[in-house]
């Protein structure tokens, strides 16, 4: 089941310009930086209220925000949701008729086990199933 809205993903060009903007935007700093090698990526997440805000910068040509950018621009690139069983989400929503990008999950950002729903059965928005690793 889908407990709640965990973050939102935003792909920037300039991962340390946009920590300022956001820094100013949100009046606060950004409480963690990390790379995700698997995922070609750098990430700073920002806190307001139960929901945080990733700001995800290519690492590589050939990264998914790489291509994202170069394709839509900078901008919201995806939803991720809070599960408690990212295993049984990933066999439900199959079972419901969503395609999954990912056939197994993944270690993503923020001590996260993870999975995409492809945006082609999700109204065109990227939707990130994530799971606290224990």
Do not use: W
């Not at 009046?27 to 930086?33: A, F």
């Not at 939803?79 to 197994?104: H, S």
């Amino acid at each position: 089941m889908i407990n709640k809205i965990e973050h939102i993903g935003i792909a920037v060009k300039n991962l340390e310009q946009s920590n300022e903007l956001f820094s100013k935007l949100f009046g606060k700093n950004h409480y963690k930086v990390e790379k995700v090698e698997s995922e070609n990526v750098s990430t700073s997440f920002f806190m307001l209220g139960e929901t945080k805000i990733e700001l995800l910068e290519a690492t590589s040509p050939d990264s998914a925000i790489s291509k994202f950018i170069e394709k839509k621009g900078e901008g919201i690139h995806h939803i991720a949701y809070d599960v408690d069983d990212v295993y049984a989400e990933m066999k439900r929503l199959q079972d419901e008729g969503f395609e999954l990008i990912n056939k197994e999950p993944k270690k993503g950002a923020d001590n996260k086990l993870i999975c995409f729903l492809h945006p082609k059965s999700t109204n065109g928005i990227l939707v990130e199933l994530c799971q606290e690793i224990k």
